[in-house]
């Protein structure tokens, strides 16, 4: 299991831990908290002498607590050509792709993330599904960039495609939005240009593979949050997802049952069960 921050859940009960090299601790606060104060403090409490837990790291919940998730778009060019596949306007997402304004969005609020184990969601709605791996920022209240986790930010294809406007239906509904296990602090990953693979399976067998680094991106993680930052603060941190460089090619979608495994070097693999959702 990678080091860093998990949420787990024992005899109804939620409590934050801290699993390094092969053992696990006792958090005294929770994410809320620790995305609260600057990094210089938090650090020192994760860092600090913490009583040992013999707990089982199985029982985990989706690291979040009351943070929103929000979303960066077209930040690769595998991204803005996928855009331009769905809606016929390449034109468009050349010009975000190029602008100096990031594209950002909101995602999802904290009631509404899965995470590693659970069922994600195709709109019954919608007849053009694809998964979005990408690296997610937890920042503080500071605007610091705290630590890193996976994620997955499903999308309609084919309701975006429709219309640019309908990005919102697109992107918000029930489990589209999954997040890994455990948040890496940032000074516990080894390097913060990530090498993404994505693998979906269908009945046992490989439909789609795709792969990516954060290398590849037009824009760096500073500059997003340094956007998201400008007219609005966060209290208590925020998660924010920065765009993803796998895209399927146009004749693929996702079915019920398949399942997605997304690969972040240092920060662990999410994997999740397709199912169908709404009416």
């Not at 609020?109 to 184990?117: A, D, F, K």
């Amino acid at each position: 299991m990678e080091n860093g921050l998990y949420k787990l859940v024992s005899d109804g009960l939620t409590q934050w831990v801290l699993h390094r090299d092969s053992k696990t601790f006792k958090l005294p606060i929770t994410l809320d908290e620790i995305l609260s104060m600057p990094i210089s403090k938090s650090r020192k409490i994760i860092d600090g002498n913490l009583p040992l837990l013999d707990v089982n790291l199985s029982n985990f919940v989706a690291p979040i607590d009351t943070q929103e998730v929000w979303a960066c778009g077209v930040t690769y060019m595998r991204s803005r050509q996928g855009r331009a596949e769905e809606s016929g306007s390449a034109n468009l997402y050349n010009l975000v792709y190029e602008a100096e304004r990031p594209e950002i969005f909101f995602k999802a609020s904290h009631t509404r993330v899965v995470t590693n184990g659970q069922n994600i969601g195709i709109r019954k709605d919608s007849g053009w599904d694809v998964p979005e791996a990408e690296v997610c920022l937890v920042i503080n209240s500071s605007m610091e960039i705290f630590g890193f986790m996976a994620g997955n930010d499903m999308s309609s294809r084919s309701i975006e495609g429709e219309n640019p406007l309908y990005l919102p239906q697109a992107k918000c509904y029930d489990k589209s939005c999954s997040l890994g296990s455990v948040i890496v602090p940032q000074w516990m990953v080894s390097s913060e240009v990530f090498e993404v693979t994505v693998d979906i399976r269908r009945n046992n067998s490989s439909v789609f593979k795709g792969a990516t680094s954060t290398a590849n991106m037009r824009r760096s993680f500073r500059e997003l949050v340094d956007w998201l930052g400008r007219s609005m603060s966060y209290p208590v941190g925020a998660i924010v997802m920065t765009g993803t460089g796998v895209v399927p090619e146009r004749d693929f979608t996702l079915q019920a049952g398949d399942l997605v495994e997304i690969s972040i070097s240092d920060l662990g693999t999410l994997s999740n069960e397709v199912q169908v959702v709404g009416h």
